[in-house]
């Protein structure tokens, strides 16, 4: 089954570092998503891209944050300036069409600020 | 403001037993509704959705209520199985948008 898969599992970056979370969605999808999950808490939409472009985004995807599809597979999540309450586990995920919301997710990056 | 959220953050229950997972959404506009399950480490993973064109779906073991009167989503997992252990999310989208809203989750246990 097709598998929607992140690097690295767990990154652990000193405040203020910029950190780059890499994803390889699904190879025919086109609707690429980030989440982030605070431990404990519930799963909040970062940013939506699509046709090379993002869709929508949230409150919480400030300035700090960007994204990118350097080609034809990646597509990555960077933050320019960590800050601690950056922590938390990212989740990328792609879906095929508009009409098809049940899209797939990845197993995430750990993402640690101290 | 918008919100999906869950009545009950745990559920234990004993193997074999049916489970029920509730959730209450606030925006009326939601028209699409899904079920995701979440294991330790690891990502959501679809189970089941609804539109709301609709008021109960059936999979393999679940089953998705939707009551849109009272703002209302269920899912029910029939003879509950340790691998089930893992938190429950609902999740919906209005159609405005891709985004999806999920609720807080439930963690569901499953007893030997």
């Known amino acids: 089954e097709p598998e929607v898969t992140q690097t690295p599992s767990h990154q652990v970056t000193q405040m203020g570092q910029e950190v780059i979370l890499r994803c390889v969605p699904i190879?025919?999808?086109?609707?690429f998503y980030w989440y982030r999950q605070i431990l404990g808490q519930k799963v909040e939409f970062l940013v939506s891209?699509?046709?090379?472009?993002?869709?929508?985004k949230s409150e919480i995807f400030d300035d700090q944050f960007s994204v990118e599809r350097p080609d034809g597979s990646n597509f990555t999540l960077k933050i320019r300036s960590t800050k601690l309450e950056d922590s938390a586990m990212y989740f990328c995920?792609?879906?095929?069409?508009?009409?098809?919301?049940?899209?797939?997710f990845g197993s995430g990056t750990r993402l640690t600020v101290v | 403001g918008e919100s999906v959220g869950l009545h009950l953050p745990t559920l234990s229950v004993q193997e074999g037993d049916n489970s029920i997972i509730n959730c209450a959404y606030s925006?009326?506009?939601?028209?699409?509704f899904i079920w995701y399950k979440q294991e330790s480490g690891k990502g959501p993973q679809f189970i089941i959705d609804?539109?709301?064109?609709?008021d109960k779906r059936q999979g393999q073991r679940v089953t998705v209520l939707l009551n849109k009167t009272v703002k209302h989503l269920s899912l029910q997992i029939a003879a509950t199985q340790p691998g089930d252990s893992a938190v429950y999310f609902c999740a919906e989208n209005d159609g405005s948008n891709y985004k999806l809203t999920f609720g807080k989750g439930t963690l569901l246990t499953v007893n030997p």
């Open positions: 609804i539109r709301s064109n609709m």
């Open positions: 995920a792609s879906g095929g069409t508009v009409s098809n919301y049940g899209y797939t």
């Open positions: 891209f699509y046709n090379n472009e993002i869709s929508e």
């Open positions: 925006n009326s506009a939601s028209d699409y």
């Open positions: 190879s025919n999808h086109l609707y």
